[in-house]
């Protein structure tokens, strides 16, 4: 997109920053949903950028026939999945991932990592128990102005990163949130089980929420829990019910376990639900939907419960885990980045997003995407300054922990330093974390 094209578009959104703006629906007249109601006064929470990373390494059906008792017939028609990617590098973390993807996203918005908000990064599979993985994304991608903070909500966790956004955009308390869905969920499956290891894959996906006066975006959200189905799926070791021990460690309690037929009859009915819900939400119905992306887990579950109870036909659900399995809350984020890639979005396009999974969660949102899918062009300049920035943010990460590293040496205290209390040997220098390696 040419320059003076898009400050002509920025101008007929009413926004001063960058990125592509937002276009005016262009629908035909019957497409067109019936007036919405405005929370935010004429604000709206609309995507402007999006983008997915996946570990190189692919691990197919047969690949797993030599590892457990399973074949390639058994996995595919009981779950579509063919093969998936797994972090077969130890750099590659959830942070490493995560920041790949959300790097893509502000490229694809053309917007300086330094306007974002808000980072909120949902996962199951975090680089630590605490810090936020979106923490360390923050810091790796130099959004030196954002909150960041990890959303647990398992599968469904993307869509309700998504209601966070809109929520804090229309509250007026953010212009940019960065939503991510990143796992590495092969760390944490027990790869002689066969009943859960060849469901799984790593892989991450973001989108840039923007504050925007062009109506739509993310129009409406549903949210539910029932935690009395909270061990049907879980990772029952490592928190506080169970802390790590000996014994947690040898009896394999720090990996997932699943009840999946009764997690496949709960997904069965409240994907249809949860997606009645949020279209009635939006004034929209079944018929309106343009592209339903849901979360993919199973494709007999998309089968049952989009195309059979919605009456939803194939051509208008996008699946893709026959090449990724199920990535967890990633699923949602690379399966749109893939859907945009193969041409299936256009602006005024209303699609809806729909997971469940762990807790027990679900969450639908319908959207009305507005803004053009062709990647805009970057000059030469722009990209290089980009590469520039983070490169920039690794030195200033580095000289951040370089600072703090001369405080513990020299202290910040002059009385002290004047008794000759201190020891001046240096410390140890601390560990970087992962989501930093290599930038
Ligand atoms: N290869 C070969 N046989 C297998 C395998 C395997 N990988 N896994 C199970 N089997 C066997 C079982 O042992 C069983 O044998 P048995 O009859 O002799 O006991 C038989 O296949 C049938 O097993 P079921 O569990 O009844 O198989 P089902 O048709 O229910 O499919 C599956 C299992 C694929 C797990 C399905 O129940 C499912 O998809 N459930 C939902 C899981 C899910 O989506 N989880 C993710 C939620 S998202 C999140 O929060 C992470």
New binding site residues.
Partial sequence: MAENERSDLDHAAGRNGDGPAPVKDEAPAQQVAPPLPQPGGGRYAQIVGWGYHVPSKVITNHDLEQI????DE??RT??GIEERRVAADPNETTASLAAAAARKALDVADVHPSKVDLIICST?SPEYIFPATASVVQDAIGAVNAGAFDLSA??SGFVYGLAMARGHILAGDAEYVLVIGAET?SRIVDWTD??TC???GDGAGAVLVAASDVPGGIMATELGSDGSGADM?IVPAGGSAHPASLETVSNGSHF?K?E??A??RF?VRVMAEATTKALDRAGLTPDDVDLVIP?Q??L??VQNSVLRQLKIPEDRVFVNLQRYG?T?TASIPIALCEAIEAKKVKPGDNLVFVG???GLTWAACAVKWGVPTAAPEVGWWRSTRRQAGYQAAAARSMWRRAVRWMYDVWPADPEEAASGDHEATAPEPKKQVSGSRGE
């Fill in positions: 457990v008792d399973t074949s058994w996995i009981r779950t199951s398992a599968c969920l066969r009943n060849v469901l799984f799926l997932i699943m999946g037929k997690v496949f997904a979360h887990a199973n007999r579950i199920n967890s469940f999974g762990g």
